[in-house]
């Protein structure tokens, strides 16, 4: 079964600094995605960033990227210039074309002034 | 935007009571999930729908719990009876997956807060 992990139930970064969240899943499967969401105060769970195994270039969207190693099966969230508006629950999620999300236990960032 | 929309918001009902929660996919969508979230266990999927046929519903107590898709329009999740720890946030989710295409990420609903007391 494929599992997913963050290990970092709880981070803290200065505003307009660069934080880096953990995540680490098994799988079996050679071709499958890889994604970031975000879920803050609010509840809703937003998506961040996107990655396919297959593609070796690093996704990022503005100032959010990731590190993809997919033999070590490492996925880290690297967020730039950090924003009092990134506090959130960070959740990483592994799927395969057309089943399930499976989710990390989330890691909680804060953003201090 | 394209939104995910789920009814209620907040639900507090009584212990035995019946619960329905709705989620409207993303027009266009062809995959639903239903999860739920608690502290204890976090984001554990329930059920899911491809063109609406349920594709797996094995997370799902089966004795209580009940996940349909009426229409493309529609998915429902009801619980009856209702017990406390059916207490949590339950997230309705839609994505299209094209065949040999793959996923290009799931957008999910603000959920619905079930508290049972």
């Known amino acids: 079964a494929q599992t997913v992990t963050q290990s970092q139930p709880e981070m803290s970064v200065q505003e307009a600094e660069t934080v880096t969240l953990s995540c680490t899943y098994d799988?079996?499967?050679?071709?499958?995605?890889l994604f970031w969401y975000k879920q803050p105060p609010s509840r809703q769970m937003i998506l961040v960033i996107r990655?396919?195994?297959?593609?070796?270039q690093n996704a990022t969207e503005n100032r959010f990227s990731v590190n993809f190693q997919k033999a070590a099966k490492s996925f880290s969230l690297k967020i730039s210039d950090s924003q009092l508006g990134d506090a959130a629950m960070y959740f990483c999620?592994?799927?395969?074309?057309?089943?399930?999300?499976?989710f990390g236990e989330g890691t909680q960032l804060t953003v201090n002034p | 935007d394209a939104r995910v929309t789920q009814t209620p918001r907040d639900k507090v009902t009584e212990m035995g009571q019946e619960v329905t929660m709705r989620c409207q996919p993303i027009?266009?969508?062809?995959?639903v999930f239903w999860y739920r979230q608690t502290m204890m266990q976090g984001l554990e999927l329930l059920a899911y729908?491809?063109?609406?046929?349920?594709?797996?519903d094995s997370g799902m107590p089966k004795d209580r719990f009940s996940a349909e898709m009426p229409d493309a329009t529609l998915a429902t999740l009801k619980i009856q009876p209702s017990e406390p720890r059916d207490s949590a946030v339950y997230f309705c989710?839609?994505?299209?997956?094209?065949?040999?295409?793959?996923?290009?990420?799931?957008?999910f609903g603000s959920g619905t807060r079930l508290t049972v007391v």
């Open positions: 999620a592994y799927g395969t074309s057309g089943s399930r999300l499976t």
């Open positions: 027009l266009g969508h062809n995959t």
């Open positions: 989710a839609s994505g299209l997956v094209l065949h040999r295409q793959g996923v290009y990420g799931y957008t």
């Open positions: 990655q396919e195994a297959y593609k070796q």
């Open positions: 799988t079996s499967e050679s071709d499958y995605y």
């Open positions: 729908f491809r063109n609406r046929a349920p594709l797996d």
